[in-house]
C-alpha cells in the first residue's frame, strides 16, 4: 500500500446548511506515504462544489512540509461559515498523519 488515509473532525457553526446533515464537519485526506502528499480530499460541507473546491485547494500539498502553507490557503480561498471548521479538520487530519510517522 503506497497510500494512507486520514481523517479529522470539527464541529460546525449553527446556522450553515452543513450543520442541518451533521453537527460536526468530517475532513479526509489520501496521503502518498513516502512523499505526504495529499492526494485526494474529501470533506462534508453541504454543496458538491463546495467539496471540490476543497479538495482542489489542497491537494498537492505535503504534509512533511507543515500544514502551515494549506492552512494559509484554505484560509484565503475559503469565505464560507465553515472556514473554522475546515482549518480545525484540516489541524486534526494532520495530527493524525503525524501519529503515524
Known sequence: MKTIFVAGHSKLPTGIAANH?????????EIDKKYGV???????LATEHGRGFIKSLL????LK???DEPLEV?????LGKAG???EAALKDSYKQYQLHQ
Open 74 to 78: 484554505l484560509k484565503e480561498g475559503y
Open 38 to 44: 495529499i492526494l485526494d480530499a474529501s470533506c462534508t
Open 65 to 67: 512540509d507543515g500544514i
Open 21 to 29: 446533515i451533521s453537527e460536526s464537519l468530517t475532513l479526509t485526506l
Open 84 to 86: 473554522n471548521a475546515l
Open 59 to 62: 491537494k498537492g500539498y505535503s
